[in-house]
C-alpha cells in the first residue's frame, strides 16, 4: 500500500459515477467508491434520467452522507453531459470518473492521489 503524506492526507476527490437504468449495478459501484476510504471525500451518482429502479437504488444510500444523487429530467443521450453535471457539482480538487457497470480495484484512489500530490497535479 502507498503511504500518503502529509498533503495527501489533506486531498481528497469526488468520484462522479454516472448511470442510465443500471440497478443491477450501480449500487456496487458506489460501493466500491465508498470503500476506498478518506480519499473519497464524496460520491456524486448522475441518473441521467433512468426508467429502471437506478433512483430506488440510489435512495438505498440515503444515510451515507457522501452520496449524493443529482438527477438528470432528460436524458442526455451520451457520457459527457452527466460527467459534466457531476464536475460542476464537486467540490474536491481532483475528480475520478466512474460509469455505473465499474466497480474501483481497492487502493485505486490511494494510488492517483500519491502521484498527484507528487506531481503537484492541478
Do not use: K
Amino acid at each position: 500500500m502507498i503511504q500518503p503524506t502529509e498533503s495527501q492526507d489533506a486531498a481528497r476527490v469526488s468520484v462522479v459515477v454516472i448511470a442510465y437504468n443500471d440497478a443491477e449495478r450501480v449500487g456496487d459501484a458506489i460501493r466500491s467508491a465508498l470503500a476506498q476510504g478518506e480519499g473519497v471525500g464524496e460520491v456524486l451518482v448522475v441518473d441521467d434520467a433512468s426508467e429502471d429502479a437506478t433512483p430506488d437504488v440510489l435512495a438505498g444510500f440515503a444515510d451515507e452522507p457522501r452520496v449524493r444523487p443529482l438527477r438528470r429530467e432528460v436524458n442526455s443521450g451520451g457520457c459527457g453531459t452527466p460527467r459534466n453535471d457531476g464536475i460542476a457539482a464537486a467540490v474536491h480538487p481532483y475528480v475520478v470518473f466512474l460509469d455505473s457497470d465499474d466497480v474501483l480495484i481497492p487502493g485505486a484512489v490511494d494510488a492517483l492521489l500519491a502521484v498527484a500530490v507528487r506531481e503537484r497535479a492541478d
